[in-house]
Every structure is written in structure tokens, then in C-alpha cells.
């Protein structure tokens, strides 16, 4: 037991950090946890985060930087191992499946009946712990009485790592390969002691490897109904807090929550990634201990607060990607769902305003056509942040506004209908909104996929009849963005997008028509300027002595005689010790995907992660890889997994599938 007092000014409880406590599962099962309570008689709430992701590395940092602060209001928070991850007995399954779900609502009770909880649990997390709080919320745990969601979905077939829009996602292999690898990772003999080794290799023995059941699975089937808390948004009773970021791919939730949860629901979205808002770029950060110390104790103790507003947005303007983005300019509002209005422009050759002549226009994009899309998952860094948008626009059909001459606000979800033909049964299509300054450095501010198979259902795709014209309509995803005077509005269409979308079996050209059917609403809502309190200056994440340095970088290169492009990833955390335990800890990510123009079956995705572990002199490394290729009927996926100790390799098992394509 480690004792401590937070040094902020807001503080007002001493507590203790327990580094590990077992909670036990009605099968017998262990699930380890991290347990920061405060130093009193008196029963407190407590917060659950339930996560696969390793306590006493992966997310050691974040967790310092927030459960002892929340423990200084008064709660105790409750940091939990999945089953089969980190120093948890058991075995790993899926992402969201019966098990985790059933073991988080025990889990629940085991909180809500320990003598130092006054009964009432709340849950928080980002990702992974944000989707799991919401769909434990629709299963009603008796005790679970609010949640935060950030950066989650409610929807997991249409808005998360997998599809979007129908289409397969390049991150759908990514991130079945990353979790192949963080799965696998051993467990801490200080934690478990000397049957650590048995552990890990029951461990190896029983994981699969997800990419073959998530590329199966390519329509909106039950598999991703199921934790989909959209089937029946009435199920959820408990009051949640929805929180996003513009630099993320996960951004539309809470504008469906507000519509699906109603008044049930308050949300923020600011400019950030794929991070807590108290350490997330870019800024201005939101004070988020302060946010959720309030939301959980309004709902989980009685605590007197002013309602929240239903959305407070961050109205980011000006930005540009080719420079630095520490702090985005903009400023915050608060508005009313309800009260957003739509303006329509119409598409006519090159140009976004009035409605001309019916018109056909012919748009076949090169198949590496979104090489400065950036990452769908973003963690920070100008890696994983679109670039700017001028080459890939230059790849596109282009329509834009003339110079604004007054600010045009964006808040909502625009949208695009559009007639549409292609000369194959199977094509994508992808709409992006585009500021342009006024020197020319593009902006992507928002941007929509549809694989035209799901144009009438993501349940029942259905192929397109070549030259056959139909009406769709392609739903961007929600911001709040002002354009200012003197920039331009473009529309960028393009067929491809890669390789943050997989390409059809055959290289389509679309045939757009364009003229009054053809046009794109523009959101807008009046709105209240607000402030976002901030967090103390500094961030909060403790520093932890690294013996080796992080790197990350991006490169793109075209092969002008072969025609291949090629778009390489890689970073490593370096190689950092823990200063409470001594555990060292390093993850590697390296991902090469490569296509050759006029050739959508020369796709090539390649993606490794290692995890790298060192205890008491035993290093530890997990080497996970995942490769996807395509013929014109299937997905060739592959993937392995081996493991080292001190260098030698002691498990090593491979998997390969040839996937039907199913409409995609």
C-alpha cells in the first residue's frame, strides 16, 4: 500500500494507492486491479475503468495522471485487467464479448459491496473502456448509477476501427494485429510470481488471432449489433457523459447519443486526439478531473452542480496542416441539436453555389489516392494527422465556393446526395469538405466514405447495376468548423482513399451527374460562445526514466517506373522503467502498405507490433504480424505470433485464410 496526497490546489482528501488487488469472478477466476482510495471512514463512490491494456505499463502513465487526482475528490478509482490481459487469470476472447461484458457487471458488484464503496459505481474510459461503459450501461447493473464515454461509438459495424461507410478499413488489420500482440504479452512475475511462465504460455496457447473474425464479418450483421447500444438506445438508463475530439477518427458519437439518449446525455468535443482531454493535443485542453469529479458526484453521491449544457463544441477555424498544431485556434460554443438548420449548395462543373445545367461528369481517381489521409486512430503527432490536402485533392473531382466573404459556420453533420453510376458491380466513393486558405494550404475539415453496395443498407448490401444511374446519399462525419473570410469551400470526391480504405476488386469509374439533384447541405446551429476550464499548465503524466529514445515517422514514395506507391509507419515508445517496480516496458509498431496505380489487386498491408518486457534480468518479447492481399473474390489474410525469452523463441504459431469478399 502506497500513500499519497495529489499537490494540486483542489485537493482535499489524503489516499492510498493499493498496486494490486484481486477481484474474483463467480468462475473462479482472478481479474487484477489497481485501486486508489481515499484515506477515510466514511464510504466513497468508485469509477471502474476496464480495459485490456496493461495497468502496470501501457496505461501506468495516464492512470497516474488521473485516479489519484479523482481519489483527492473523494473516489476511488478501480483500474481493472480484462480477463487474459495484463496479470489476469483466464483466457482473452474478443473485443466487447459476453465474457468481458458479464465480468465487468460482476465486477461492478464486487466494487458496489467492498465496506469502503457507498454502493454506487460509475465507469469511465477512452476507446476500449468508453465503448465497454456504455454497453455495460444497457445491461443496468443495479450499481453502475453514470458513465464518461470518450472516443467511443455507438454504432460498432459504422463508426469504429473496422468499416466505414460499408468499406474495409486498412485499420482493420492494424488493429487485430495490435491486439494480437498486446494479448499476448506476459504477465508480471513480481505480480503472479514463479507460475508467471505457465501463465503466459496458457496464454499463447488459447489467443486467436481477431483478424479473421473481423474481416469475415462485412456487413452489419449480429456480430457488430451486439454491443451496439444504437439497436436500442432506451436499454441505457444511466446518465452519460459523451466526450470527442476533432483530430479523431472517433468523432460522430456524441452527436447520435444526443439524438438516440436524449436529455440523458451531455457531451463535449474538442480539438483533440485519441487522448484524454486533460493530456490531449491539440489544445486547449479541457480540465477533465475537475469535469468528471463534478459528473460523478452529481450522480453518484448527491452533489449540487449546475446542469451542463447538452453540447459544448470546440469551433476550431484556421487551421492548417502543414505547421504545428499545439494549440488549435477557435473558440468554444454551446448549442442546441435541435435548432440546426441546413443550407444547400449545388454541384456544377468545378464550382459549389447555385444550381446549373444537368451535366455528366466522369471521376476514376488513382488507386493511391489518399496517401495524406492521415490515421483514423490518432495518438498525437503530425504522423497520424491528415497533411495537406493538395495532392490528394489534385487525385479528386473538385468543386468549390468563390472567396467567403463573411465566416461560414459548419455544426453538425453535413451530407451529400448525389446521382451516381459506375461500370462495375462494386465501387467507393468518398466526399471530403476541404478549407482552403487563401495561399492554398488545404485543410481537410470533414470527410464521408460509402461503399456504394450499402447505399440502401449496411445489412443487406446490394450491387451496383453498371451504368445503371441511382441517387445516394453520403453522410460526412459531424464538426464544428468556421471558414473564414477570404478562404474556400471544396467539395473533394474521389473513388479511393488509401490505405485508410481498401479498394474494390476492380479499378471503377463513376459517372456523377450533376445539377439540381446534385448537392451538399451544410449544417449550422445558433450558438452561445462558452469556456472550457483548463487544466493546471504542464502535463499531468508522470516521467519515467527511459533507457532508449521514442521515434515515429511517416513516409509515402511512388515508384514513377513500377507505378507502386508505398506508405510506411513505424514508432516505438522506447524503452522506460516503471520507478515504483522496476518493470521495463517498450512497444514497437511498423506498418508497410503498397499499391500500384490502375491495379486495386496489388494491395498490400503488412502490419507488426512487438512487446517487449524486461523483469529481474528475463527480457520478454511478443512479435505479432498481420498481412492482407486480395484476388477479386477474396481477402488472402495472414498472421503470427511468436514469442522470445531472452532471445530465444519458445512459441511461435501461424495463421492464414482466404476471406470471401462480400459487396466490398
Not at 461528369?361 to 497520424?384: E, I, K, R
Request: aromatic share 8%; proline share 8%; charged share 20%.
Amino acid at each position: 500500500m502506497d500513500a499519497g496526497l495529489s499537490s494540486c490546489n483542489e485537493c482535499v482528501m489524503d489516499f492510498e494507492e493499493h498496486p494490486t488487488v484481486w477481484i474474483p469472478l463467480p468462475d473462479g477466476t482472478r481479474l487484477a486491479a489497481r485501486i486508489w482510495r481515499p484515506i477515510t471512514d466514511t464510504p466513497v463512490p468508485a469509477i471502474l475503468e476496464f480495459l485490456p491494456y496493461r495497468r502496470r505499463d501501457v496505461t501506468a502513465p495516464r492512470d497516474e495522471a488521473t485516479y489519484p487526482a479523482l481519489a483527492a475528490r473523494g473516489f476511488a478509482g478501480v483500474r481493472v485487467d480484462l480477463r487474459g490481459t495484463g496479470d489476469s487469470d483466464g483466457h482473452f476472447d474478443d473485443e466487447y464479448s459476453e465474457t468481458e461484458l458479464s465480468d465487468a457487471e460482476a465486477t461492478i458488484g464486487w466494487i458496489a459491496a467492498q465496506p469502503w464503496c457507498n454502493g454506487n459505481v460509475g465507469m469511465q474510459g477512452i476507446s476500449w473502456g468508453g465503448f465497454n461503459a456504455l454497453q455495460v450501461a444497457a445491461r443496468q447493473p443495479p450499481a453502475l448509477k453514470a458513465v464518461i464515454s470518450i472516443a467511443s461509438t455507438v454504432d460498432r459495424f459504422a463508426d469504429d476501427i473496422h468499416t466505414k461507410g460499408g468499406a474495409q478499413m486498412g485499420t482493420n488489420l492494424y488493429w487485430a494485429t495490435q491486439m494480437l500482440g498486446r494479448a499476448a504479452a506476459p504477465p508480471d512475475a513480481a505480480v503472479v510470481g514463479e507460475g508467471w511462465r505457465a501463465q503466459w504460455l496458457d496464454r499463447l496457447e488459447n489467443l486467436s488471432a481477431l483478424a479473421f473474425t473481423w474481416i469475415v464479418h462485412q456487413r452489419r450483421d449480429a456480430y457488430w449489433k451486439h454491443g451496439s447500444i444504437c439497436e436500442d438506445f432506451a436499454v441505457v438508463q444511466a446518465p452519460a457523459l459523451m466526450i470527442a475530439g476533432w483530430a479523431d477518427g472517433y468523432r460522430n458519437t456524441p452527436w447520435k447519443a444526443r439524438d438516440g439518449l436524449g436529455e440523458n446525455v451531455r457531451s463535449v468535443t474538442g480539438p483533440w486526439v485519441h487522448l484524454y482531454p486533460h493530456i490531449a493535443v491539440p489544445g486547449l485542453r479541457m480540465d477533465y478531473i475537475e469535469e468528471a469529479a463534478s459528473w460523478f458526484g452529481q450522480h453518484l453521491r448527491g452533489d449540487e452542480v449546475p446542469d451542463l449544457p447538452a453540447h459544448r463544441l470546440f469551433l476550431s477555424e484556421a487551421v492548417r496542416p502543414d505547421a504545428p498544431r499545439d494549440v488549435e485556434q477557435g473558440h468554444w460554443i454551446t448549442i442546441d441539436q435541435s435548432e440546426v438548420s441546413q443550407t444547400t449548395l449545388h454541384l456544377s462543373p468545378g464550382t459549389l453555389g447555385a444550381a446549373g445545367e444537368v451535366e455528366d461528369v466522369l471521376l476514376q481517381s488513382p488507386t493511391d489516392t489518399g496517401t495524406d489521409g492521415g490515421a483514423f486512430f490518432t495518438q498525437g503527432g503530425d504522423t497520424d494527422l491528415p497533411g495537406d490536402q493538395r495532392a490528394d485533392d489534385g487525385r479528386s473531382l473538385c468543386f468549390e465556393t468563390e472567396a467567403l466573404t463573411e465566416a461560414l459556420d459548419i455544426v453538425g453533420v453535413p451530407s451529400l446526395r448525389l446521382p451516381v453510376a459506375i461500370d462495375g458491380p462494386q465501387g467507393n466513393l468518398i466526399a471530403r469538405l476541404v478549407d482552403v486558405h487563401p495561399d492554398g494550404c488545404a485543410h481537410r475539415i470533414s470527410m464521408g466514405v460509402l461503399n456504394l453496395s450499402h447505399r440502401h443498407s449496411s445489412e443487406t448490401p446490394e450491387s451496383m447495376t453498371p451504368g445503371q444511374p441511382e441517387t445516394i446519399t453520403l453522410p460526412f462525419d459531424a464538426t464544428a468548423y468556421r471558414l473564414r473570410p477570404g478562404h474556400k469551400l471544396r467539395l473533394a470526391l474521389s473513388t479511393a482513399y488509401f490505405p485508410l480504405i481498401l479498394p474494390p476488386p476492380s479499378d471503377v469509374t463513376a459517372t456523377l451527374t450533376l445539377g439540381p439533384d446534385a448537392q451538399l447541405t451544410l449544417p449550422t446551429a445558433p450558438y452561445t460562445e462558452t469556456t472550457v476550464p483548463e487544466p493546471p499548465a504542464g502535463d499531468p503524466r508522470p516521467t519515467y526514466a527511459r533507457k532508449t529514445r521514442p521515434e515515429d515517422y511517416r513516409t509515402t514514395t511512388h515508384n514513377r517506373s513500377t507505378g507502386e506507391t508505398r506508405v510506411v509507419q513505424a514508432s516505438t515508445t522506447g524503452l522506460r522503467e516503471h520507478p515504483d517496480h522496476g518493470l521495463q516496458f517498450e512497444d514497437t509498431h511498423k506498418a508497410v502498405w503498397s499499391i500500384t496505380r490502375g491495379d486495386p489487386l496489388s494491395l498490400s498491408g503488412q502490419e507488426e507490433t512487438t512487446a517487449l518486457r524486461i523483469r529481474d534480468g528475463i527480457t520478454t518479447e511478443v512479435v505479432a504480424t498481420g498481412r492482407l492481399t486480395a484476388t477479386a473474390t477474396h481477402f488472402h489474410v495472414e498472421a503470427r505470433l511468436a514469442a522470445l525469452e531472452n532471445g530465444e523463441q519458445i512459441f511461435l504459431r501461424e495463421w492464414q485464410e482466404d476471406i470471401p469478399r462480400d459487396h466490398a
